[in-house]
């Protein structure tokens, strides 16, 4: 059994910073693919930002210079640093492992955190 738990969210008023974090534990051989998403009330959930094995990342346009995403593979967590937040940042976030539970068999799934709650106002 795999779990990832989140923390690091909260209020925050514009201009300022946050730093999520999702840590997992359980049945763990590799973990491949490492992403946060965020869900907005009567919005889809949509892709934040992403971070390969090898460390390559990718962002969604509207979060592109102000936040960073980074892993620390030896604690099996990945990071989430947001800053000049935006009242639209306004969203639950939820971190998304791609994980391969054991050797055999060499199988992957999707494991989500709870998401945390991000308020971005003055």
């Known amino acids: 059994q795999v779990q990832l738990v989140e923390s690091g969210g909260g209020l925050v008023q514009p201009g300022g910073s946050l730093r999520l974090s999702c840590a997992a534990s359980g049945s763990i051989f590799v973990i491949y693919a490492m992403g946060w998403y965020r869900q907005a009330p009567g919005k889809q959930r949509e892709l934040v930002a992403a971070i390969t094995s090898g460390g390559s990342t990718n962002y969604a346009d509207s979060v592109k210079g102000r936040f960073t995403i980074s892993r620390d593979n030896a604690k099996n967590t990945v990071y989430l640093q947001m800053n000049s937040l935006k009242p639209e940042d306004t969203a639950v976030y939820y971190c998304?492992?791609?994980?391969?539970?054991?050797?055999?068999?060499?199988?992957?799934?999707?494991?989500w955190g709870q998401g945390t709650q991000v308020t971005v106002s003055s």
């Open positions: 998304n492992f791609n994980i391969q539970p054991r050797v055999i068999p060499a199988t992957r799934f999707d494991y």
